[in-house]
């Protein structure tokens, strides 16, 4: 009988924590569908996330500063989406997350 009483309240915290994890995953799809439009303007930021630009371009600063400006989230969904097969691309963490200070952003917090 005790272990009975024992296995109820660990079934209960193993189903919670099955919940949560899949409301996280649920926002994440969220976010993910929320952002796909901004990360476009991303684009000509590649070749500096990707390691092949010392600099990012101009265009790349402009399209950070917009994304910035509506959804900061987005450059964070980004990141955690970097190993992701699907993105098709190779993002550098560390280029990605430098990447407000590097085009002299300083009201980015990521």
Do not use: F, H
Request: glycine share 8%.
């Amino acid at each position: 009988m005790a272990a009975k009483a024992v296995q109820w309240p660990v079934m209960v915290v193993v189903v919670m924590m099955g919940a949560a994890v899949a409301s996280v995953g649920a926002d994440m799809d969220a976010d993910r569908s929320e952002c796909a439009e901004q990360l476009v303007g991303l684009a000509p930021c590649l070749q500096y996330v990707q390691g092949q630009a010392r600099s990012p371009a101009p265009d790349c600063c402009g399209g950070l500063s917009q994304v910035l400006d509506k959804s900061p989230k987005c450059l964070c969904v980004l990141v955690k989406d970097k190993d992701d097969p699907n993105l098709g691309i190779k993002i550098n963490a560390s280029l990605a997350l430098a990447l407000p200070s590097a085009c002299g952003n300083t009201k980015a917090n990521v």
